[in-house]
């Protein structure tokens, strides 16, 4: 096949059989790969070939009354909060669930998102309407601190280096988690028994 057959196959994908763009993509990668990789042979040609564009779709946004619906029925207070987490901060699931002490900021109405998409950091809004039950979750989060310090449990995890950098921080309460287990369980990495955030 030479460049005619092959752009006559994409564009029979996408009139005749109507697949997506995703789909036409994938025809023409495949096609690259048999040439490149399988066949051993150089198609300059086909490097030509710009991929299909998907086409812009406008989000699905639920009512302030659906949302409000959703809130509450969530029978569980800590689902709730964190729900209400994401829906007021815009943050992801596990940003949310890895959130420790220290990233919150009550005073500013600010979050810290620690190593978020991309393993960027940033900041966000603190909604008001989460603070007092965020701060009751805080008191939570401390009993369970302190009980692991009676017990001589050790501390959190931290993320790549900062253990052997700063050996005692993983012990400090501004590490905790926000969202801690309430069972210790053990790091299939490190194999040390400690509290990791909920699940």
Avoid at 86 to 101: F, K
Avoid at 125 to 131: E, F, N, Q, S
Wanted: proline share 6%.
């Amino acid at each position: 096949m030479g460049a005619s057959e092959i752009k006559s196959f994409l564009t029979y994908l996408a009139v005749k059989r109507k697949v997506s763009a995703s789909t036409q993509n994938l025809a023409l990668s495949a096609l690259l790969f048999l040439y490149r990789d399988v066949l051993e042979i150089e198609l300059p040609w086909l490097d030509d070939f710009s991929p299909a564009k998907r086409p812009q779709r406008l989000p699905v946004v639920l009512s302030r009354e659906e949302i409000q619906m959703l809130l509450d029925n969530v029978e569980k207070p800590l689902h709730a909060l964190v729900l209400r987490i994401l829906y007021g901060t815009g943050t992801r699931l596990m940003e949310c669930i890895r959130l420790r002490v220290k990233d919150l900021d009550f005073e500013h109405s600010e979050i810290t998102i620690r190593e978020g998409k991309g393993r960027k950091d940033r900041v966000t809004v603190l909604p008001i309407a989460v603070m007092d039950d965020l701060k009751k979750q805080l008191s939570i989060s401390r009993r369970w601190y302190d009980q692991d310090r009676v017990n001589q449990s050790p501390g959190v995890f931290l993320p790549h280096a900062l253990e052997r950098k700063y050996p005692n921080a993983s012990k400090e309460w501004a590490w905790h988690w926000v969202f801690p287990s309430t069972k210790l369980s053990t790091c299939p990495r490190t194999r040390v028994l400690r509290r990791h955030h909920i699940d």
